[in-house]
């Protein structure tokens, strides 16, 4: 936009905790929608491709400016990166501004075709550029493509100062009707990472190693099981309990870094561990979750949230647990 330089000097400011209300358009976001004026266009030419921001700013008093009826600018989205103070919002809020069916004044000649994302920060800093921000912006501008029906890439998702990409500009003036040359910003700036931006747009799928896969280890003491109905694949591994160190393994080759979600599938019966020890290896070393395996067959059972380096992703099931039962190893997910 083309105040932004004084958005950290805005009066107003929206101090304290955040608003409870969630927005009809998008749920995760907070309802801070602009009242008492209209700073938006009601129609346009379709939301063909959306643009990132950087408010050169801080959120909440950036968000607070951008309300105001005497400043002729105005977006969509603003999104939090960090909390700076008591009662300074959470990283990766969201605050929705203007309804997405409407058009902000937020880049010149691209507004009546594109939804507009401002994210609290400064072009030459990388600080404010946080991983809750680039989480939550990422699901936001996936919603944005889904709804809209623009291709989640790098001519649709687009930073203000894109003029600077010249194979944009020759995809945009061919493709999505505008002047791409409009605009003089250069935010988000050189700090913003697209490639893990456009990765958390587009999560590779997710990784499904199964008992009967190369990346399954077991020994021989790990018979192979085939009655149980809720078995993922056409068999499963188990053993009995015992106080020894005979893990089965599964590794996931070549995964990005990046959080991921992993999961365990079983199959239940009332001779299972009440605690099947899973040990899953991640960026900060190891962490053992423990899994009752008498319920829960059949399906993906969450064994938790875990930041992983690129490369291998390890899963182990430790038969190091009370004796008298079973502990059953048949497939892990890993998702991004």
């Not at 959470?90 to 004044?105: C, F, K, M, N």
């Not at 995964?255 to 899973?278: D, E, Q, V």
């Amino acid at each position: 936009m083309n105040t932004k330089q004084f958005l950290t000097l805005s009066s107003v400011s929206l101090v304290g905790a955040s608003a409870a209300l969630a927005t009809a358009d998008y749920g995760p976001a907070v309802d801070r929608m602009i009242t008492g004026c209209s700073k938006w266009y009601t129609s346009g030419y379709g939301h063909k491709f959306a643009v990132v921001h950087s408010m050169e700013g801080y959120y909440l008093t950036g968000t607070s400016y951008l309300r105001r009826c005497d400043i002729s600018a105005s977006c969509h989205y603003t999104v939090n990166g960090k909390t700076d103070y008591a009662g300074d919002a959470a990283p990766g809020e969201i605050s929705q501004l203007v309804r997405e069916a409407y058009y902000a004044w937020h880049a010149t000649c691209w507004n009546q075709h594109s939804l507009g994302t401002e994210h609290e920060g400064f072009v030459g800093n990388p600080a404010w550029f946080t991983d809750a921000m680039y989480q939550a912006s990422a699901l936001l501008h996936r919603h944005f493509a889904d709804k809209f029906g623009f291709a989640k890439d790098r001519n649709h998702i687009v930073g203000h100062g894109e003029k600077s990409n010249a194979a944009w500009c020759s995809y945009a003036s061919a493709n999505l009707g505008i002047n791409p040359y409009c605009n003089t910003h250069t935010d988000p700036g050189p700090y913003w990472n697209w490639t893990y931006f456009m990765s958390l747009i587009n999560p590779p799928a997710p990784v499904v190693v199964d008992n009967s896969n190369a990346g399954f280890t077991a020994s021989s003491a790990w018979a192979t099981g085939t009655a149980a109905g809720d078995k993922y694949g056409a068999d499963y591994r188990w053993r009995s309990t015992q106080a020894v160190s005979d893990p089965a393994s599964w590794s996931a080759s070549n995964l990005p870094a990046g959080t991921y979600k992993i999961y365990a599938w079983w199959s239940a019966g009332s001779n299972r561990s009440t605690a099947a020890p899973y040990i899953v290896y991640h960026s900060g070393g190891s962490t053992t979750v423990t899994m009752n395996q008498q319920a829960n067959g059949g399906k993906w059972n969450l064994l938790g949230t875990f930041n992983l380096n690129a490369g291998t992703g390890k899963v182990s099931l430790s038969c190091w647990a009370p004796s008298g039962y079973v502990v059953v190893a048949d497939a892990i997910k890993w998702v991004r």
